[in-house]
């Protein structure tokens, strides 16, 4: 009687702690890395970059309202960066598929994040897998212009925090784990678009500003402007590539093993 008491005892116990390991991996831990670490910019950087990582291809949606059409080149740019450092398959989707007068002419403050979280819920039409596959890029091109209320880094959002590229207006942003916008300002002037678009790929991939004026992680518009047209022939007006620190950083995360929270 003892025995078959004893047995029961194990065999629940056994199914308990396969359950919950179960739970751990397929449910715990992903909803952990979709959801907390989802919120952070650089929160997937390992995800995108390490050979290691479960999801084997990248796939880039751009979604633009009319008038706001990538340059092809600054698209270019950014899928080659992408291939080069995740050494990952990169499909790209570019659509205008934001109507006019679904944004604002002026966004100010936090604002930006509810009129963003509609247009993602309308128009965002590839996810992230639970547990691997593809792993998404969302882009936004939206012809209006964005007032960050002047705080370099906003450390009283709620929901998502963000990156600028600029102190007074937004040239582009960077927010969540894999989202990224440009507005108007971005593509005033020529190639100023890619600079941008590789800027928030970088925050995307965790990296911080430098004040480098041949370093694409700059933020400040007036340091590329300032850069002296035959000074240096390296050095470009608007950079597209990544420091040597960075691009280390890059090469260390497609090596690194650090893909789940918990390591
Ligand atoms: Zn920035």
New binding site residues.
Partial sequence: MADSVLKTVVIYTLVLVIALALATVFIFIPAYVHTIEGRVPGGFDSLYLSKYSPYNTIVVEVDYQPGMEPDPKAIAALQEKLELYSQKHVVMHVNQEIEYDEVPILISGNDLFDVTSTLQHAHRDYKTGWLGGNITLYIMYLDTVWHPDNSEYCSNMPAYQY???TKVYSAGV?YAADSIILFRDALTEEDTETTILL??LG?IWGLD?SNRSDDV?N?EFNVYNNVPQNHEPDVKRFPTNYSSEDTLRLEQLHESLNILPIF
């Fill in positions: 990156r600028t590229s960077t800027h928030e925050h500003h992680m933020s």
